[in-house]
């Protein structure tokens, strides 16, 4: 899982830890380098904007194919896509240039940023926080169409796909936002799209996919949200991706974005 919830709000894991990393920064920086007051600010105010600009120009050049489909999409800058190495480049480059009035502070404050960077990359990758896949493989489940046809979700791996199942409801905006990808992905050869309704009646839910004309063979209703509870889902949106042989491989809580899509079905 790459997120938690406290109480109604669903929070980034890798936001989490950023967070918890810029503060110890902040700490170490005010204890430790001996900074006039007003330079301190100026160089940690500014370090997060570039870092931020850094990671996020980064991740973009890295995944322009995905971007240049539709550059507006790089202006999202609320979804996730930043690269931890690229903004911790541009941060070294800004610490260098700020402090370079004070050559001791400068050694202290880029030695401050990889250790911080570092953190923050150890602990994305570990995800401490996390847990593991609640599920292993497709769950013994079947699920009513919208035509009211059962569909057993382990037979859809004699088609020989990927597998992605998405957990969604009409009242989620981020759900919305991603639907119009996960049709997009639908029409790919190799890859089958469950978009499962979770806790909804049936109408709510024709009429939003027929509004917005989208058009998924696998469009299924699960109104006691036993995948929610199955995949141990924190919130909504949650999409598990599986291999053609029903295997978990990655599950992503929260927006999906085009270039974390592709990767997946890229990889």
């Not at 204890?31 to 980064?58: H, M, N």
């Not at 497709?138 to 009513?144: A, D, G, N, S």
């Not at 839910?205 to 509870?229: C, H, I, K, S």
């Amino acid at each position: 899982m790459n997120a938690i919830a406290l109480g109604p709000l669903l929070i980034s894991l890798p936001r989490l830890y950023a967070v918890g990393c810029a503060l110890l920064l902040l700490l170490a920086a005010r204890f430790l380098l001996g900074l006039p007051r007003p330079a301190q600010q100026r160089w940690f105010t500014g370090l997060i904007v570039i870092w931020l600009v850094g990671a996020r120009v980064g991740y973009i050049l890295l995944n322009l194919d995905s971007y240049s489909a539709v550059p507006l999409e790089a202006l999202k800058v609320w979804q996730p896509g930043y690269h931890g190495l690229w903004g911790m480049a541009a941060g070294l480059i800004w610490t260098a240039w700020t402090l370079r009035a004070h050559l001791l502070a400068m050694g202290g404050a880029l030695a401050l940023l990889i250790a911080a960077s570092s953190l923050w990359l150890v602990l994305v990758t570990l995800a401490p926080l996390g847990k593991a896949f609640a599920v292993d493989a497709l769950p013994e489940v079947t699920l009513e169409d919208v035509e009211g046809n059962p569909v057993h979700l382990p037979s859809l791996i004699e088609g020989g796909d990927l597998i992605i199942v998405n957990l969604w409801a009409t009242w989620c905006p981020p759900c919305l936002r991603e639907m119009p990808l996960l049709e997009e992905a639908a029409q790919r050869d190799g890859v089958s799209v469950v978009v499962a309704n979770q806790g909804e009646d049936l109408l709510p839910m024709v009429r939003y996919l027929d509004e917005q004309q989208l058009e998924f063979r696998y469009a299924l209703r699960d109104p006691g949200q036993q995948l929610m509870a199955l995949f141990k889902a924190p919130g909504l949106p949650t999409t598990v991706l599986f291999d053609d042989q029903g295997n978990t491989l990655d599950v992503h809580v929260g927006e999906l974005t085009r270039a974390h899509l592709d990767r997946w079905l890229q990889d």
